[in-house]
């Protein structure tokens, strides 16, 4: 392993203020030209903070719920959306509530497309919905899905061109943005245990998946879709929580086991 540049030493820095009430986080969501932080609190608010002023902001506002998932725009930087497990979708602009949308489902899992004109969002249900997003409206336009357990984690391709989605099941499906059609058909099963988390590389040549298997998985077949993978046996002794994507041949990995890695990915 090592610190890619940028992340110099690896070592981190304390935001200062008071923060979230609850003094717990459940989600977290950066914008897309990394200034503003986006806290989703236990305390049923949102904290809009700037980073670079390495300080959380104090004033938060009521999201109406609990958080559940979340995820920033890749373009807007002052949008971001929020699924409540009181079966809400939230749209956040700046530090405000936007619009708030009832659903029938549980939001689990959130992710934008690749011009944060959608919103993907995976239900406790099993399904996925796309949504339009126009201003602060959330209109759906699909729905549909294979996965058989609820959805942990939604990403998309800067390429444009793929979503993925996991699941409590282990399962993992890659469709086209398109039509949204399943391209794995049968998904891939080659965790066991839950996938907790997804992210594509910059040139989307690689796709990797953590697990509370505690493997972490690297897959890099997106034309005929076959099983060719990596895999990082026990990257995170007692599971893996979140992988994302440096650049593309450096991963960052979170585990349960309260440790970050930085991994070296080989060229293909």
């Not at 009521?62 to 998932?69: H, K, N, S, V």
């Not at 061109?161 to 499906?173: G, M, N, P, R, W």
Request: proline share 3%.
């Amino acid at each position: 392993m090592r610190s890619p540049s940028g992340i110099k030493t690896g070592d981190g820095t304390w935001l200062s203020g008071i923060g979230h009430a609850g003094k717990v986080v459940s989600q977290i969501a950066v914008n897309a030209n990394s200034e503003l932080l986006y806290s989703f609190g236990l305390d049923d608010r949102v904290h809009v903070s700037q980073l670079s002023k390495l300080h959380v902001n104090q004033d938060g506002a009521e999201l109406g719920g609990l958080p559940a998932a979340a995820a920033a725009s890749p373009r807007d930087p002052q949008v971001a959306v929020a699924g409540l497990a009181q079966n809400k979708l939230v749209v956040i602009r700046g530090d405000a509530i936007a619009s708030t949308l009832s659903v029938s489902y549980q939001p689990t899992a959130i992710a934008f497309n690749v011009d944060g004109t959608q919103v993907i969002v995976g239900g406790k249900d099993k399904k996925l919905r796309v949504y339009e997003l126009s201003g602060a409206s959330l209109k759906q336009i699909w729905e549909g899905g294979e996965h058989d357990k609820p959805i942990s984690w939604i990403d998309t391709s800067r390429d444009g061109e793929f979503i993925v989605s996991t699941d409590k099941e282990a399962s993992i499906y890659i469709r086209g943005t398109s039509k949204f059609d399943c391209r794995n058909k049968n998904g891939w099963r080659y965790h066991q245990a839950s996938v907790q988390t997804c992210s594509f590389s910059p040139d989307t040549k690689r796709l990797a998946t953590g697990s509370l298997d505690t493997h972490i998985i690297l897959w890099h077949n997106f034309k005929d879709f076959s099983a060719d993978r990596i895999r990082i046996e026990r990257a995170h002794p007692s599971g893996v929580e979140h992988v994302r994507f440096w650049d593309d041949n450096t991963l960052i990995s979170v585990g349960a086991d309260r440790t970050v890695k930085i991994w070296d990915v080989p060229s293909i």
